[in-house]
């Protein structure tokens, strides 16, 4: 069974973020960037799947710039077999990567795709049940178990208020919550190896698919920061703080 | 023009989520309908006929409805949505999974998680663990959007709306749900309490964590916890509080052994008080906390304990 993983470049989640100072975009200019980190974990459980003999192909696709080769080599070292890059300078919506997404399982006919539940940098949620509406399969989002069985799968789901086991029919579009596994590391013979994968380059344009944005951005804005307050010398100051100055016991 | 809010409720009754999603609604300057998809939902159905700023309930009661799974469900709020001008859940786990599928059977876009309704095609959202806030203009012709409740203070009681029975949709068969293991605790939901205690990997063991529960009761507080102390096992994970977790918004934030990452902030910066007990002098939660507290935990905790007590 094959399966496709789509992967995002991302600025790296230890960076705290910033505006650039007049306003106008985040300041990625050295921004460290790296796999967003839900989508390392999709690749690590299509490997464990591969590796259990329930998964024959791994395909590892992201959307972006040149700039994006460095994440999938990092898929392909992790043990993905394939790699394709959806070249634009152009930034998607969800909806837009979904579309293209949507292509890429026309082409590439997997049993299963395996998404982040969100990237780190647009927090938006949405990329893996818009490809699921789109194909008209079903989903299995914020994953923290997944049995493959050869016809459906079982998944249990991270909700608000707690655990959810469900079972979907196959293809599915799965996405993963943080509790689906542990990403490997990287070793430096398979970083070496994975310089020999296959590594196609394709343009947007020759996907034929309408991405244009559906949602305008009219500006960024830092949120007003907590500042400081005070430190209190013992347990008896803090409640005599929370009782008469805060008033919230 | 008129909004459709997908109500969130086990059935039974209306999770609260749903009232705040209502509230931004309201401050559209539409008309308000909300959809009740379940089996057997009548009383969800009542329960949302009487919120304020309700003008009609619709009420689809199918076998296949039951467990709010997104395939049948988007497919019911896909056939309803073009007489609607926006589309709104509220951005919990339920409608994180159901909307952004409606979104693209009706070829839109969503906007996630808003903060704030500045027009009706015009909102706030955060993105970056909160650290950067957009201001975003949807130029779709439906506005599929989620909301995050804690930016919006529910509606109150006081509608008299009536709930008209609609048709079920087709069930598609896709999806089942085998089982629910739902975390049952006799203290106010995390989301909605007035006052949160938090512990992190600092408490080292589920075991210790009795030491918040104790805590949190005397204070009528709900339990909330970092993505350490989940990954560790300590606490189910329906307890983070962070960018991937849960969003909360109390009086009083009291974080013990939390170091203070990026992403857990983002989880509960909008606390009105931030209480910080660390060790650590340097732990960045400091910077964010109104009151901190340099101490081991393990004194510290039971010390507020007895003190409480008297
Ligand atoms: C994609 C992604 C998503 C994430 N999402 C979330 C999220 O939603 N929520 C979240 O919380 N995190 C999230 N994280 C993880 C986050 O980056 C941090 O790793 C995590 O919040 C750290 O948890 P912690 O503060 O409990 O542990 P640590 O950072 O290890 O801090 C433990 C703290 O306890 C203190 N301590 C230890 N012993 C004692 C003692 N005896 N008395 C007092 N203090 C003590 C230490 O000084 C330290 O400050 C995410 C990370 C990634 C990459």
Same mark, same amino acid.
């Given at each position: 069974?094959?399966?496709?993983?789509? /992967?995002? %470049?991302?600025?790296?989640?230890?960076?705290?973020?910033?505006? $650039?100072?007049?306003?106008?975009?985040?300041?990625?200019?050295?921004? $460290?960037?790296?796999?967003?980190?839900?989508? #390392?974990?999709?690749?690590?459980?299509?490997?464990?799947?591969?590796?259990?003999?329930?998964?024959?192909?791994?395909?590892?696709?992201?959307?972006?710039?040149?700039?994006? =080769?460095?994440?999938?080599?990092?898929?392909?070292?992790?043990?993905?077999?394939?790699?394709?890059?959806?070249?634009?300078?152009?930034?998607?919506?969800?909806?837009?990567?979904?579309?293209?997404? %949507?292509?890429?399982?026309?082409?590439?006919?997997? %049993?299963?795709?395996?998404?982040?539940? =969100?990237?780190?940098?647009?927090?938006?949620?949405?990329?893996?049940?818009?490809?699921?509406?789109?194909?008209?399969?079903?989903?299995?989002?914020?994953?923290?178990?997944?049995?493959?069985?050869?016809?459906?799968?079982?998944?249990? %789901?991270?909700?608000?208020?707690?655990?959810?086991?469900?079972?979907?029919?196959?293809?599915? /579009?799965?996405?993963?919550?943080?509790?689906?596994?542990?990403?490997?590391?990287?070793?430096?013979?398979?970083?070496?190896?994975? $310089?020999?994968?296959?590594?196609?380059?394709?343009?947007?344009?020759?996907?034929?698919?309408?991405?244009?944005?559906?949602?305008?951005?009219?500006?960024?804005?830092?949120?007003?920061?907590?500042?400081?307050?005070?430190?209190?010398?013992?347990?008896?100051?803090?409640?005599?703080?929370?009782?008469? #100055?805060?008033?919230?016991? | 023009?008129?909004?459709?809010?997908?109500?969130?409720?086990?059935?039974?009754?209306?999770?609260?989520? +749903?009232?705040? +999603?209502?509230?931004?609604?309201?401050?559209?300057?539409?008309?308000?309908?909300?959809?009740?998809?379940?089996?057997?939902?009548?009383?969800?159905?009542?329960?949302?006929?009487?919120?304020?700023?309700?003008?009609?309930?619709?009420?689809?009661?199918?076998?296949?409805?039951?467990?709010?799974?997104?395939?049948?469900?988007?497919?019911?709020?896909?056939?309803?949505?073009?007489?609607?001008?926006?589309?709104?859940?509220?951005? +919990?786990?339920?409608?994180?999974? !159901?909307?952004?599928?409606?979104?693209?059977?009706?070829?839109?876009?969503?906007?996630?998680?808003?903060?704030?309704?500045?027009?009706?095609?015009?909102?706030?959202?955060?993105?970056?663990?909160?650290?950067?806030?957009?201001?975003?203009?949807?130029?779709?012709?439906?506005?599929?959007?989620?909301?995050?409740?804690?930016?919006?203070?529910? +509606?109150?009681?006081?509608?008299?709306?009536?709930?008209?029975?609609?048709?079920?949709?087709?069930?598609?068969?896709?999806?089942?749900?085998?089982?629910?293991?739902?975390?049952?605790?006799?203290?106010?939901?995390?989301?909605?309490?007035?006052? !949160?205690?938090?512990?992190?990997?600092?408490?080292?063991?589920?075991?210790?964590?009795?030491?918040?529960?104790?805590?949190?009761?005397?204070?009528?507080?709900?339990?909330?916890?970092?993505?350490?102390?989940?990954?560790?096992?300590?606490?189910?994970?329906?307890?983070?509080?962070?960018?991937?977790?849960?969003?909360?918004?109390?009086?009083?934030?009291?974080?013990?052994?939390?170091?203070?990452?990026?992403?857990?902030?983002?989880?509960?910066?909008?606390?009105?008080?931030?209480?910080?007990?660390?060790?650590?002098?340097?732990?960045?939660?400091?910077? !964010?906390?109104?009151?901190?507290?340099?101490?081991?935990?393990?004194?510290?905790?039971?010390?507020?304990?007895?003190?409480?007590?008297?």
């Amino acid at each position: 069974m094959k399966i496709v993983v789509p /992967v995002k %470049r991302v600025i790296d989640a230890n960076v705290k973020v910033r505006l $650039k100072a007049d306003g106008s975009a985040v300041d990625s200019d050295n921004a $460290k960037m790296s796999m967003n980190p839900f989508d #390392e974990i999709a690749v690590e459980e299509a490997i464990r799947l591969k590796e259990a003999g329930a998964a024959g192909e791994i395909v590892a696709v992201s959307i972006g710039s040149d700039a994006c =080769q460095d994440v999938l080599r990092a898929a392909l070292a992790m043990g993905a077999d394939r790699a394709l890059l959806i070249r634009t300078e152009a930034v998607l919506e969800p909806l837009a990567v979904a579309k293209l997404l %949507r292509e890429v399982v026309a082409r590439e006919q997997p %049993r299963l795709v395996i998404c982040g539940k =969100q990237s780190t940098d647009g927090d938006a949620n949405q990329a893996g049940q818009m490809l699921a509406g789109l194909l008209g399969w079903p989903q299995a989002t914020f994953a923290s178990k997944l049995d493959l069985g050869t016809d459906g799968a079982t998944v249990t %789901r991270e909700i608000d208020g707690g655990l959810e086991i469900i079972a979907v029919t196959l293809p599915a /579009v799965v996405t993963t919550d943080l509790r689906l596994n542990s990403p490997r590391y990287t070793t430096l013979p398979n970083i070496m190896k994975a $310089k020999k994968k296959p590594l196609d380059v394709v343009a947007l344009d020759e996907f034929g698919v309408d991405t244009r944005p559906r949602l305008t951005t009219l500006g960024l804005a830092e949120p007003a920061a907590r500042s400081a307050g005070v430190r209190v010398a013992d347990v008896a100051e803090l409640l005599a703080k929370l009782k008469n #100055e805060a008033k919230v016991i | 023009m008129t909004a459709l809010i997908i109500a969130e409720h086990d059935n039974g009754s209306l999770k609260s989520a +749903t009232a705040n +999603t209502i509230a931004a609604a309201r401050q559209l300057g539409v008309e308000i309908h909300v959809l009740v998809a379940g089996s057997a939902c009548s009383a969800a159905a009542e329960q949302a006929a009487r919120l304020r700023g309700v003008g009609k309930v619709l009420m689809a009661d199918a076998r296949h409805y039951e467990g709010g799974l997104a395939e049948n469900l988007a497919a019911l709020i896909v056939s309803l949505a073009p007489s609607y001008s926006h589309v709104l859940a509220p951005a +919990t786990t339920f409608g994180k999974n !159901v909307l952004p599928r409606v979104a693209a059977q009706l070829d839109v876009g969503q906007v996630s998680d808003i903060v704030e309704v500045l027009a009706p095609d015009t909102f706030v959202r955060p993105i970056y663990a909160g650290n950067v806030l957009a201001k975003v203009r949807s130029d779709d012709p439906i506005k599929v959007i989620t909301v995050r409740a804690t930016a919006f203070e529910a +509606t109150g009681q006081g509608g008299t709306a009536p709930i008209d029975t609609i048709a079920p949709g087709p069930d598609l068969g896709m999806s089942r749900l085998l089982e629910r293991e739902l975390t049952h605790s006799s203290r106010p939901e995390l989301t909605e309490a007035k006052i !949160v205690v938090s512990g992190g990997r600092g408490l080292q063991s589920g075991e210790n964590f009795k030491l918040l529960e104790t805590l949190a009761d005397r204070l009528g507080a709900a339990i909330g916890a970092s993505r350490a102390a989940v990954d560790s096992g300590f606490v189910p994970n329906d307890y983070q509080v962070g960018q991937t977790g849960k969003i909360v918004a109390p009086q009083l934030y009291i974080a013990v052994g939390i170091s203070g990452a990026i992403q857990h902030l983002a989880g509960m910066k909008g606390s009105k008080v931030i209480v910080a007990i660390n060790k650590d002098p340097e732990a960045p939660i400091f910077q !964010v906390a109104d009151y901190g507290l340099t101490a081991d935990l393990f004194q510290a905790v039971p010390e507020l304990i007895s003190a409480l007590g008297q």
